[in-house]
């Protein structure tokens, strides 16, 4: 809700007007005025509610930290965005704040970096906060994080096995390296679990 000033000029004073002024929702109002001569005018005004259409959100893990990326394809009466945090899913603490770029009609792109994120559950919520004060809550996302992957491998006679524990929630790149350090065979596994399993067969290698 929101507030309309009537300011009335010309004729001759006092003025006085119709229609309600505050705590007005999103709409069109039309207002008369009319001076001590009973001179009157009309004039509309649309009244706008904040909006943001958030187009995607996405949180990924980095060696040593967490990306969060959003993008907005339409924001009105927005001031700017807050990236919150939580490692439970219920208390969250706010990280960092970015401006609103204002777009009215086209994807604009936000990028925030968590350079400490908690060695294990992290919950990421994106709110916007409107040039009256509110916040809208407009997404959340999580993810596992630990700093570095836990590999083994065991070499079998026609097969090598490749196990990974990590819990990084992306695709994981690895190289198998022969005992000269020459690259053998480059894999990229897809990791949607806290443990992946891989078998290379040594017919593929060169």
Not at 53 to 81: C, M, P, Q
Not at 177 to 203: C, E, F, H, P
Request: some cysteine; aromatic content about 10%; proline content about 3%.
């Amino acid at each position: 809700t929101t507030f309309v000033d009537i300011n009335a000029r010309g004729g001759t004073m006092p003025y006085s007007f119709t229609g309600e002024i505050s705590n007005l929702p999103a709409g069109t109002y039309t207002y008369l005025v009319t001076d001590a001569n009973s001179c009157s005018a009309t004039q509309s005004v649309e009244i706008k509610e904040p909006k943001v259409n958030l187009a995607a959100f996405d949180v990924g893990t980095g060696d040593t930290s967490v990306r969060i990326n959003w993008k907005t394809s339409y924001e009105y009466a927005i001031d700017h965005f807050t990236v919150e945090k939580s490692t439970d899913g219920a208390s969250f603490n706010p990280i960092g704040a970015v401006n609103s770029s204002w777009s009215a009609a086209s994807l604009f792109d936000y990028i925030m970096n968590d350079v400490k994120p908690s060695p294990a559950k992290n919950v990421y919520r994106i709110a916007a906060v409107t040039i009256y004060g509110e916040k809208l809550i407009l997404q959340e996302k999580s993810i596992m994080f630990a700093e570095q992957a836990k590999i083994s491998m065991k070499n079998m006679a026609e097969r090598i096995e490749v196990n990974i524990s990590s819990n990084l929630e992306e695709s994981i790149n690895f190289t198998l390296l022969d005992m000269n350090g020459k690259a053998l065979k480059m894999i990229q596994a897809k990791k949607d679990v806290y443990n992946i399993r891989t078998t290379i067969s040594t017919q593929d290698l060169p």
